[in-house]
């Protein structure tokens, strides 16, 4: 629902127009300009650096390249990930930007969420191979949740563009009926089956008539994209960096079932849920 409030930062809010809250119901995905100032980014960006420095330590899976195996060595990682940042530094716990991800997904699925995941991402420069799988969100994540509603916002700390890959989407595709079958982006020994123990990351097919839409963002704004929708980045082929600080946020009654079984968007979590993956298998 549109607020009378005027559009923008508004403390620890950004109102959003109505017209803003329609085109993310119809396309799956909007782009928000200066969401997080300057002043703002300072407060946790030389926090953000150390995890993409690899400077934190104990993270086991959480810290890995999303476009190689597991086991890649550090100084060969071309698509630096840091999963559930907050989670190993406290100190991130509350910052502006997780306020105003919480303004925005309010105002977008509703009152009663919950911060569901976070995430740093980093292209190094000159990283052709730092391409984030085409896939779904949900794809990922475990079936039989009370809802699906999400919000992921995720903010530019360097200006994205299609130079050094930023987010691209398949406009419509989050009203296909059914999820695309997902696969391992990495297959096992014997070329067929696929292998998460190898790596995290899935991937879905594009269809011929697929139209793909770049979201170059500016640093300080940010995209939101739902939870359906079909994305991914390209490599990058600039001398720049491409990082980026994603926060996810659920209905509340959806992360609590998440949590119930076991289930943080973890990748050291060791439960095994049924996903869209395992639907694709039987
Ligand atoms: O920003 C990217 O390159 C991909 C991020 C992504 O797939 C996601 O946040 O779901």
Redesign the pocket.
């Known amino acids: 629902m549109a607020t009378d409030q005027k559009p923008g930062i508004d403390g620890a809010n950004y109102w959003l127009t109505s017209e803003q809250i329609e085109t993310y119901q119809q396309d799956g995905y909007i782009v928000l300009d200066d969401v997080v100032t300057e002043n703002e980014i300072a407060t946790f960006e030389p926090l953000y650096d150390t995890f993409i420095a690899g400077e934190v330590a104990d993270m086991g899976r959480d810290f890995c390249d999303m476009s190689g195996p597991y086991d890649r060595a550090f100084e060969n990682f071309q698509l630096v990930n840091a999963v559930l940042p907050s989670k190993y530094r406290p100190e991130l716990q509350g910052n502006v930007f997780e306020q105003r991800a919480e303004s925005i997904a309010k105002q977008l699925i509703g009152n009663e969420i919950l911060l569901d995941y976070d995430?740093f991402?980093a292209k190094r420069p000159r990283k052709s191979g730092a391409a984030?799988a085409w896939?779904q969100?949900l794809g990922y994540w475990p079936t039989g949740t009370p809802d699906t509603m999400t919000t992921?916002c995720?903010l530019a700390l360097d200006d994205a563009d299609e130079e050094n890959?930023c987010?691209q989407v398949v406009p419509g595709s989050h009203l296909e009926l059914e999820l695309r079958p997902h696969r391992p982006m990495l297959m096992g020994d014997d070329g067929d089956t696929g292998d998460r123990e190898q790596s995290h990351t899935l991937t879905v097919e594009l269809n011929h008539d697929d139209q793909i839409v770049h979201l170059p963002v500016k640093r300080g704004s940010i995209s939101v994209h739902n939870e359906r929708i079909v994305?991914?980045?390209g490599g990058n082929r600039s001398d720049r960096w491409r990082r980026?600080y994603?926060i996810a946020h659920r209905s509340r009654q959806t992360v609590e079932h998440e949590r119930s079984i076991g289930f943080t968007h973890s990748h050291n979590d060791k439960i095994s849920w049924t996903t869209h993956l395992d639907s694709l298998k039987r």
């Open positions: 995430q991402l984030f896939h969100d992921t995720s890959g987010l994305h991914g980045s980026t994603i």
